[in-house]
């Protein structure tokens, strides 16, 4: 028996090698191999085998399966055959003969004869398969043909295989199975392997010859075919798909070429008109019909479209690719629907539509037949492009044949109808019985309105559903917009509204101007038709300012709010009137007041400049524009100081930032940062800057989310805001006005008192009312009414007294007009008079300081009040002129004490308040006709000297010294100054020892004058002086001395005690050492009689006067040893004497001066007193004196303390405790004179420095 | 060559349309706009994979019957778009990205325009006669 072969048939199913047995003529073995073929179909495929593969590609594991085939001379493959799938690729011979006798008689024979035929074919895959059986040698014991002679009989020719006992289940049998399925399969592979590549060459050689006339694509497209079935059956989808690819890009780049001009004759069979538009066939894996068309040469190019893209549909399935189905069937229809034009293809119109919509359904209804429903959701974004392109088509579809009018179809529609059904031929088998199947919807879609309604309706929700589910919601608005359009068609503008709107916001939102004013004049129709007035006047407004629009169609709309507006106005309506958004009408885009402080005072009127930039293309009349401002209620009244907004860069000028036009996106608009410098200062010093940088004024708005839900400031543009009128507020008018097209100028004046804000500006046009609800920046004006105020004040930064001075007064009159008559009194006072003569020349000023005329005034003084008459001023004037004033510098000492008790009892009305800075404030009081209360007025004087006396004494001789020092800033030429006694009673004599020339004080500076003092008789207790001299201003020209006086008074002049000091070295030496002791004699003399009222309560000591003296060193440069004071008594007579001796070091070298010597008066404790110490002679207690002193002085006893303080402190204290103390008391200067005041000792160095003492306290 | 020319910004609105012929504007507009949703969802679904290496041109937002629209998107988000004749098949796809290169620079250009306020509109006139030179010629 024999052989076999192999063969593809396209019509298998896929993936199956089918090679069938074919038995020679007159052999019998057919019995052998059918009793193999089951066990042999099972196996073979049952192990992959690798295919390695020509030019680099990756080698490929693959199941060989077979058919097997009768061997018949006819199968065998002629010269010039293309068929791949019928090829036989293995030819076997099966022979189970074993027997030399028959092998030689006729197997050898059949053998030859095959193989012949094999030969004259050229078919050199061929195998001999010899199958022994243990059955078969036991039958023919006799005539055994060796086997090893047989095969090697075969060898010679060929191959042989030796299957031993196939059909038994024996190790043996299994050994020899794998190896004869091993050797078959191998042969098969490269069998194939040879034949394919063969193949492929040829395809390939087939297609260079492309370009050669006679070259049909369709044949070619055949051959390539053949191999995409191949690797099919062998399972390699991805090969096959290439297969198809390629034949599809070969095909476009031939539709391409045509279009450039190069075209091929095949090509015409594409470019005769298409009558069938049938849409893809997706639901079987071959269309063997399109295929045979294509065979023909006869298919159309929608047919080849839709015939390779079933193809490639159905390997992507099988790939497990659905969604590049979709990716690819939506470019396929795109791009068939450019080829068609390419081709100039003639159509139907509106066939292509029919083919495209229904493809689109056909490959979402394949997807959706091999996706479950979660992947299909998953991948809404791969179908949902064909589902808008079919809902696309639908609609054109519909308004084609007049689906979507309100009238339904016309005949011509009708007609085109039936045609485009008409191509659509018979529903294919596959659906016949499905009710969904696109060609029913299609079919039903264009049979009435309401199908094609309901079915349009369905798919645009899908689609927009989709849309939105996959977050593209710009598409789906697009969509809802195509809706909106169809609903409008329809005449359903309520549905269509939202769809409107959605859009309409999306698009102003994202600032595309195009889309907004199309849309936008959508919804103007849509409005209209709904009736809603005040939104379709509202976007009637937004339209008029389009700048996108041509002028006739924003004349056309503002027309329509015109035409509203006049309309209502003669029905005369009761109806309120329209408010809406100004922002689209005309924008306000500068304000200016005048004058520009945004403040006036009553009575005159404040101007306000609007610029409205009108966005009209027409003049539009308006009958009133109003702005309502609103009273600040808290500011009311106040007193005129300039307010309103800061920072302008003109002064009274606002600028409103340009509010969104139409155009621009809300984000683009965003304010631009408002920036200010700061610094930081360091408080101690001004010029030392601590940090500085840039603050951002309004973070508040440039930091606002952009993406938040639409802003509240641009409610203008998608839908109209209510717009909140303020009722019953003041408003500022203007009527009549007409806005031109671009900018206008209006101006409101106001005159009504108060600070106001400005709220809204409302423009009405009839029965419309334009509103620009918030008026932002804010902007303020005052309107105020002020009091007349008179205020007096120094011309100069200080005023001196004692000397003219100037001081302006001002007058402002505020509300209050100054007549011709009326005066200012000021009530005189003596300390201050007036100097101004009887006129003085007056300036009087505006509101904003301009000079505005000039008068005289005119100044009557009598006794008590000086008149001054005003020349007659406008109200909100200020009159200014200056008076000279003096102020009398009062010659009593100033004690502040003592002034302050007079000031609130007895000088009431020339009141001095006199401060430690020697200031007078004399105030006077001024009566204004326009009041019937005085206005006090005061002023400072600051007095320029400052005068100090002193009592100089020299033994008995006295002299008084004056020291007067100029405080002021001013130079002062100083004369005549004489001291004078208060009295003139005693017999002094005070005798100048000054210059008598004129001297220059300047300033900050003193003089001292000096007067010797004589008297005859005894010398008074009390000496009261007056100091006087005369003092002009030096930088005046011409001077005018003024008096200056000064009064002091002193006591207690006579000197009593003369003290006088000696220091005498030790004894044998020549000077004083440092380092060792000396002495220090005193003597005290008494030089005048005690008076009598000298020491009261003294009475019984008449006798003498006990004085105690004390040696201090204030210099820390002696040290006294043993006792630094005591008492002495002093006896009454003059000249007594008396003399105390003390024992010093001196610490240092060199000149030292003298230790100071004080002298006390000691009042010893109360007469009654027990313990009277020894009046007789010194009381040496070093300790009663220093704890008793009343004086502080402990400075002055420091080094007298250092020594025996222990003891002294004790002692001190317990006669403190029990005992009246006694007291000391000071001389005046001058009682006491010490000679030796200032004398100086000379001290050497000690000899012997070692011995230096360090004394420390 | 482009039909259509757009820059939009980060906040997505236009900062430069042109598009020839002049009638078919609106509908350009739309398209573009449109295309923002694409763009969109590329930019998302390619940050979240790698941010920084980021590569700017999107390729073909969508073809539609007419028009293939491509896209780019530079690191500060500012989109261009170029609408493409779907007729016009010369044009493969590494012209478009040599197109976009080209814009990108002359955008550049724009940005460096120290009198130039980012965000405004474009209107300097280097940066239309490029746009110009990439368009279709109106015939």
Redesign the interface.
Known sequence: GSLSLSSFLPSLPPSSFLISPVSPPGAGDQALFTSLYTPLAQQLPREPMEWRRSYGRAPKMIHLEANFVQFKEELLPKEGNKALLTFPFLHIYWTDCCDTEVYKASVRDNMMRWQGKLRLHGSADWVIVVVETSDAKKKNKTNILPRSSLVDKIHQIKICVVLSDPLQDSSRSQESWSAFLLKLRTLLLMSFTQNLGRFEDDMRTLREKRNQPGWSFCDYFMVQEELAFVFEMLQQFEEALLQYDELDALFTQYV?NF?AGDGVNWLGSFCSPVKSWTGLLLRRPIDMEKRDGIQRGQASLLELRSYLFCRQCTLLIFLQRPWEVTQRA??L??NC??EL??LEVSMLEGALDCWVFLSCLEVLHRIEGCCDQAQLEANV?HTV?LWAYATDKLKSLGYMCGLVSEKGPLSLELNRTVDLLAGLGDEKAETVHSLQSPYKKLKEALSSVEAFERHYLELSHAAVEM?RA??????AQ?IGKSLAEFYMRKGDPELAESFLQNALRS?VS???S??VT?TRKQMAECQKLLGKTENYLQTSALLAGDANLTDEERIHFCQEILTFANQSTDSKGKQPKVALSMSSFAQLKQLQFRPATATVHSGTALQVELCLLSLMPVAVPLEQLAASVHLNLEQGGTNGKTRGPQSRPYPGTVLFPLANSSG??P??ACPSLELEEIQDRSPLDPHTLNSTGMVCKNTHLVMRR?DSSPSPDTPNLVSPVPVVMDDGAKVLMSGDVTLLPGNNSIVFSSQELGTYTLRQLCATVGQVQFVLPHISPLVQYEVYSQEPQLTVEPLTDQLLAGLPQRAKVRLQTGHYTVKKGDALQLTNIDSMPVLTSSSCPATILNSTAEHVGESVLFIQSSEKVTCISLPPTPPYHTLEFQLEVLCVIPSDPVWPENQRLTNGEIRHRNIFCHCLCHCLCPQMSIDCPWSIYSTPISLTFYIPFKAKHSLLSAGNRKYIQVCLQNVSDVNFHLMDQRLTEKHQESSLELQSLNTKAQQLVCSKQSVYCVWDVRWKENMPLCLQCVFSASFSSASEEVSSFKPYHYEFQLERVTTLYSVRAEIMPAAGEQNCHSGSLCGLEMSITRLAEPEDNEDDGETEEVCSTKLMYEVADSSNSWVVYGRSSGLVSMPADANANHRVQVELMPLFAGHLPFPDIKVFKYLPPSANSTSQPDTDGCVENDTLSLLDRPLDDQGDTASIRSRGSVHSVGSGEQQSRGLPMPRLEPFNPGQVFNHSQGCQVLVLPSTDDHVLEINAT | MAVCIAVIAKENYPLYIRSVPIQNELKFHYTVHTSLDVVEEKISAVGKAMADQRELYLGLLYPTEDYKVYGYVTNSKVKFVIVVDSSNTSLRDNEIRSMFRKLHNSFTDVMCNPFYNPGDTIQSKAFDSMVTAMMVQAS
């Open positions: 391409l279009g939506l470019e229809l795109h629907v450019q034009c390419l974004s492009g849309y996959i977050g593209r919601m710009r598409s697009l698009y994202e600032g595309w195009l889309p199309h621009m996106p984000s683009a952009h």
